[in-house]
């Protein structure tokens, strides 16, 4: 009988397959060894040639499927970049085809909205009372809803902000908290033992310049009526933001038993 012996290089053991008994023998070696096919020539030339076609077709197959998603996937994913803002100008909600230079006063007015939630989520990064997690988010969210009504230029009934509740929310909040509190009979500097009353403390003054920008950009505007009324809302939502952030500094720094630092006159 004529037999056939097939060698490939590996580098862990020698596998022995006997045709006759098709078992499996594993041998340890220390060094490359062989794998050796043992059979008849008629029985094995055909197995191993099936076995072959079998690998390439599963190998080919494999590298469609993976081909095929990652065109879905690219497909489905939008990507973050457009290039359009590449000259210095952008577009505003609603502004079609026209677009604005980014060193307009507007988006000043939208950067610093956005820096003041980015600030919020570094609080909460920090923050060790879950249940303020909430109330924090829905911050952010408020502040997207103004971002809205800005990069809409008050424009579109879409974006709307003029619900007086969301500031009368804040206010008893603050009082909640400040019943809570040592009655403030000194001026304090921001900082201190705790870290998330710092971080709101740097949150409160990004929320007054985000308001003072927002003031001077809602006074070159002509606006009445409906329109006139979101305006003042949004501001005072701000001021009195800058208010709750000031007291939940507090009140957190109460909280963890840390002290606050009172300003001192220089002598």
């Not at 060698?7 to 023998?25: D, L, Y």
């Not at 191993?48 to 197959?61: A, D, G, S």
């Not at 924090?136 to 408020?142: G, K, M, P, S, V």
């Not at 952030?245 to 909280?255: C, D, E, G, S």
């Amino acid at each position: 009988m004529f037999r056939l012996s097939f060698t490939h290089f590996i580098t862990t053991s020698r596998i022995v397959i006997n045709s006759s008994t098709r078992s499996f023998q594993r041998l340890s070696s220390p060094s490359n060894e062989n794998i050796i096919f043992s059979t008849t020539l008629t029985d094995n030339l055909y197995g191993f040639k099936n076995f072959i076609q079998k690998r390439q077709l599963t190998n080919t197959v494999n590298i469609e499927h993976d081909k095929n998603a990652t065109i879905h996937k690219s497909s489905q994913l939008p990507k973050v970049y457009t290039r359009t803002g590449d000259r210095g100008t952008s577009a505003l909600l609603g502004s079609g085809s026209n677009r604005v230079s980014k060193d307009s006063l507007i988006f000043d007015v939208l950067g610093t909205i956005d820096e003041l939630s980015a600030t919020l989520g570094i609080v909460l990064s920090t923050c060790s009372f879950p249940e303020l997690t909430k109330e924090l988010e829905n911050i952010q969210c408020r502040l997207f809803e103004i971002g809205s009504c800005v990069a809409a230029n008050n424009r579109s009934s879409r974006f709307t902000f003029n619900d007086s509740i969301l500031i009368n929310n804040l206010e008893e909040q603050i009082d909640k908290m400040t019943n809570e509190l040592p009655a403030l009979r000194h001026f304090i500097l921001p900082g201190g033992g705790s870290q998330t009353g710092s971080n709101l403390h740097f949150s409160r003054a990004v929320c007054r310049r985000c308001e003072r920008l927002l003031t001077k950009w809602l006074n070159n505007q002509n606006i009445e009526g409906e329109e006139q009324q979101q305006d003042t809302i949004m501001g005072i939502y701000l001021n009195r933001l800058s208010d709750y952030l000031f007291t939940l500094a507090r009140y957190i720094t109460f909280k963890e038993g840390h002290k606050e630092i009172i300003y001192q006159k220089n002598k």
